[in-house]
């Protein structure tokens, strides 16, 4: 019957190591109409326990995210289910081979689970265990009891965990990941099927039932398959975390580099880059400058403390960028010192946004332990070709001017930084104490 199936190329027939331990009754018959060669096993072995052993020393190496021992331990099971059958293919080897190559879908779905954590996921951890346990026991249990009667049992075992695990990978989290986990369930699905119709193929050759060991090989080669592919998906996973993970630094990173931490407007090297791009964009001289701070700053600071201090800070940022249009600049010059560059407009429209700031800040003020907040401005009209630098020079000779005068209002400068023309100054809000 042997030599009519398979002829001279059955190694597996020829090969002392599988018969031996298989010379007694069914199991006789069962090796005889395995549907593979011991090198095949062999081979299959070897391939899983490459993709295991790659995807650990990958992971040794690096920040291993939950979900990856998962994936080992479903790697490294399947690998030893796939030597149990190659190595020694005694009775007890082959009973505990099926529970060691069905596993793979469910403790690999338990370990997206874990990776996922934050995601929903349909069904519950528990009941993957629990189908588990129970599929792993009857395989089990079916092959070393009534050997030659385990084949459907141990087949249906492996369609219920497959199908059960790649639906539920199907309907897991959608998003960037969901591609890699979708591959997976459908390799799965596939895979659920393999053992099936290996046992029908053989059914039908032999005109008889088949033995277990006739989904044997298949079992062995379609955990293999998916092993690798476990492997690639398990990889593609990590590498995409990571990939995020690093996206992220990089915004906080950006982010910590150009925002003030305490108010949330521009710092002032970031303020000087956007001003600078804004001026070669623009008209030469269309754009006003301003340069302001709280008045007696530091008086808030000594009689109510540092933390009321930073409080005031962040209402003047916040009652900036109320009034700010999208194409204007803001930021924090250091200090109580904030500096807006307003496009396209002259000092006199200038003005009247400091005005409306103001009247903004106190409004925000009013509801606080803060006392009434005054600001003083000084503003230029830039001049064709004048960089932020040398115009907030001469910003800051005008709001030195608004501090003589008084504080708490706006003073515009023209001219040049040597000889300075100062307007009228325009009083704004409530005079400080
Ligand atoms: N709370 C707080 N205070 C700061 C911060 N940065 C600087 N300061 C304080 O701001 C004060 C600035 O005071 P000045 O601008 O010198 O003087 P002023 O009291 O505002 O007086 P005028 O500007 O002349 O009206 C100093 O006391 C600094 O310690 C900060 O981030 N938080």
């Given at each position: ?13 020829q ?25 095949l ?15 650990t ?5 690096r ?15 399947t ?17 505990l ?11 690999t ?12 996921w ?49 309907n897991?989290?959608?998003?960037s ?16 099927f393999?053992p099936?119709?290996a ?12 033995p ?28 995409e ?38 001026l ?13 701070d ?8 000594d ?8 409080r005031a800070?962040c ?56 006392p009434?907040?005054?600001?003083s ?17 001469r910003?800051?000779?005008a ?5 003589r ?5 706006a ?23």
């Open positions: 019957m042997v030599t009519k199936r398979f002829g001279r190329r059955s190694k597996a027939l090969c002392t190591s599988l018969r031996k331990p298989l010379q007694r009754g069914g199991l006789n018959t069962m090796a005889a109409t395995m549907p593979a060669s011991i090198d096993l062999l081979f299959a072995t070897v391939a899983q326990a490459a993709a295991a052993a790659s995807l020393a990958f992971g040794l190496r920040d291993r995210h939950p979900g990856w021992w998962w994936w080992l331990a479903a790697m490294w099971l690998t030893a289910g796939a030597a149990c059958a190659a190595l020694a293919p005694g009775p007890w080897a082959l009973s081979a099926p529970p060691l190559l069905l596993q793979w879908p469910l403790v779905l338990m370990g997206l689970r874990r990776f996922h954590a934050r995601q929903h349909p069904g519950h951890w528990g009941v993957d265990a629990t189908l588990l346990a129970v599929a792993s026991l009857v395989a089990w249990a079916v092959g070393l009891l009534t050997p030659e009667h385990a084949t459907w049992p141990v087949v249906v075992c492996g369609l219920a965990v497959h199908l059960y695990a790649a639906a539920v990978m199907f897991g989290p959608a998003g990941e969901a591609t890699p986990v979708h591959f997976l369930g459908g390799t799965v699905a596939l895979l659920a393999a099936g119709l046992v029908l193929g053989t059914d039908l050759a032999t005109q008889a039932p088949a277990p060991l006739a989904a044997h090989a298949a079992r062995v080669l379609a955990a293999t398959l998916g092993a690798i592919v476990l492997a690639f998906v398990a990889l593609t996973l990590l590498f975390r990571t990939e995020r993970q690093l996206r992220e630094s990089r915004r906080r990173l950006r982010l910590l580099a150009n925002v003030d931490a305490l108010t949330q407007v521009p710092n002032r090297r970031r303020f000087n880059e956007l001003a600078t791009q804004a070669r964009a623009d008209p030469p001289g269309s754009a006003v400058l301003l340069l302001f709280i008045d007696h700053f530091k008086q808030i600071n009689r109510l403390g540092h933390p009321a201090g930073d800070l209402l003047v940022a916040g009652s900036v960028l109320e009034h700010l249009r999208a194409m204007d600049a803001a930021g924090r010059h250091g200090g109580d010192e904030f500096v807006l560059l307003l496009r396209r407009t002259n000092t006199q429209h200038a003005m009247g946004v400091a005005a409306r700031i103001v009247a903004e800040l106190q409004k925000r003020t009013q509801n606080t332990p803060l009434p907040l005054s600001l401005f000084g503003l230029v009209q830039l001049r064709g070709g004048e960089d932020i630098d040398a115009a907030l020079r910003a800051d000779q709001l030195y001017e608004a501090k005068q008084g504080r708490s209002r003073v515009a400068a023209s001219g040049d930084e040597d000889q300075p023309v100062f307007s009228e100054s325009r009083p704004l809000g409530l005079m400080p104490a």
